[in-house]
């Protein structure tokens, strides 16, 4: 019989073929045309006129941040709401202080000024 270590030895190899073995196979059998459209740098848009070193504003990754935020606490209050009737009172009140907590996040970053666009 196994023990518990050789079955997640087991696992951490597994790990590693199921990923890697795709890699190493499209490696040997994926078709090589390169030419130089395929070799330049990709970059999404049209091409850009004059420097292209330009300082964005440091607000869009702000508004990107509070965007996941608030997506992550989707993804936490949907199992919730799901079982509500199974909940107990305590959790309830825990669901009640995770929703405050980023209430305050939220009127914190609308006071700063992170939510304004332009």
Do not use: H
Not at 10 to 15: C, G
Not at 52 to 75: G, N, R, S
Request: overall charge neutral.
């Amino acid at each position: 019989m196994l023990s518990d270590w050789q079955f997640i030895g087991i696992f951490v190899a597994i790990a590693a073929v199921f990923p890697g073995a795709p890699l190493i196979i499209a490696r040997f059998i994926s078709p090589r045309k390169p030419n130089p459209i395929k070799q330049m740098t990709y970059e999404c848009g049209i091409e850009t006129v004059g420097d292209t070193w330009i300082q964005f504003k440091v607000q869009y990754y702000i508004f990107a941040l509070i965007f996941v935020v608030f997506d992550v606490e989707a993804v936490f209050l949907f199992p919730i709401a799901a079982a509500y009737g199974q909940l107990a009172l305590f959790a309830v009140f825990e669901v009640v202080i995770f929703v405050l907590i980023l209430a305050v996040g939220l009127g914190y970053a609308w006071r700063k000024g992170a939510l304004e666009w332009f």
